[in-house]
């Protein structure tokens, strides 16, 4: 009875070592915390959040080498300079104001949108102005929806404001058109 205790405490020790043993294995298997804001540890307080950001603020490394800071601060300067360039060329858009009698011919390709008022078609009989919103062809004398677009498929062709219109009809142009006044002469400005 003696020996039977003893197999059981041996048993019983061998048991708890490789148990031990087992749960030692796992626990190295999982990564330690890393530093505050690490991607091993990215939880992290709003005090540490609001330094960091200072520090970005006042130029200084921030979660990197001062290299990838001078990186990001060249390529914002070069995005600077893209965006001033671009507003120094323009915006491709003009907005027009036509008096009663007035209309606006454009080149091939001119596209227009009556904001406000009624403007209507000015197109040969035969062929009108495609309205690329609803996917037709406008023909000759037909009221244009507001807030449409209108491309010129040719020469001559455009928008006109009936002689008896109350009120200055405003049309947004991108591209090449020439405004007639209501005698027939070219308005310029």
Same mark, same amino acid.
């Given at each position: 009875?003696?020996?039977? &205790?003893?197999? %059981?405490?041996?048993?019983?020790?061998?048991?708890?070592?490789?148990?031990?043993s087992?749960?030692?294995?796992l %626990?190295?298997?999982?990564?330690?915390?890393?530093?505050? @804001?690490?991607s +091993?540890?990215?939880?992290?307080? &709003?005090?540490?959040?609001? +330094?960091q950001?200072?520090?970005? =603020?006042?130029?200084?490394?921030?979660?990197?080498?001062g290299?990838?800071?001078?990186?990001l601060?060249e390529?914002?300067?070069?995005?600077?300079?893209?965006?001033?360039?671009?507003?120094?060329?323009?915006? !491709?858009?003009?907005?027009?104001?036509?008096?009663?009698?007035?209309?606006?011919?454009?080149?091939? @390709?001119? +596209?227009?949108?009556?904001?406000?008022?009624q403007?209507?078609?000015?197109?040969? !009989?035969?062929?009108?102005?495609?309205? =690329?919103?609803?996917?037709?062809d406008?023909? =000759?004398?037909?009221?244009?929806? &507001?807030?449409?677009?209108?491309?010129?498929?040719?020469?001559?062709?455009?928008?006109?404001?009936k002689?008896?219109? !109350?009120?200055?009809?405003?049309?947004?142009?991108?591209?090449?058109?020439?405004e007639i006044?209501?005698?027939?002469?070219?308005?310029t400005?």
């Amino acid at each position: 009875m003696k020996w039977g &205790k003893t197999a %059981a405490a041996v048993a019983a020790i061998c048991c708890g070592v490789g148990i031990g043993s087992m749960i030692t294995a796992l %626990a190295n298997g999982i990564p330690a915390a890393g530093q505050p @804001g690490s991607s +091993e540890d990215p939880v992290v307080t &709003k005090s540490y959040v609001d +330094e960091q950001i200072q520090r970005a =603020l006042n130029g200084e490394a921030v979660g990197g080498t001062g290299a990838t800071v001078q990186r990001l601060q060249e390529r914002i300067a070069a995005l600077e300079a893209q965006l001033a360039e671009a507003q120094d060329a323009g915006v !491709p858009y003009t907005v027009i104001r036509l008096k009663p009698g007035h209309m606006l011919l454009g080149e091939m @390709g001119t +596209e227009f949108i009556v904001r406000t008022g009624q403007a209507y078609v000015h197109s040969n !009989p035969e062929n009108g102005v495609p309205d =690329l919103t609803d996917g037709v062809d406008l023909k =000759l004398d037909t009221l244009i929806p &507001k807030n449409h677009l209108l491309q010129v498929p040719r020469e001559g062709r455009g928008v006109k404001v009936k002689a008896d219109y !109350p009120n200055d009809v405003y049309v947004t142009v991108k591209g090449a058109y020439v405004e007639i006044d209501a005698q027939g002469n070219e308005v310029t400005e």
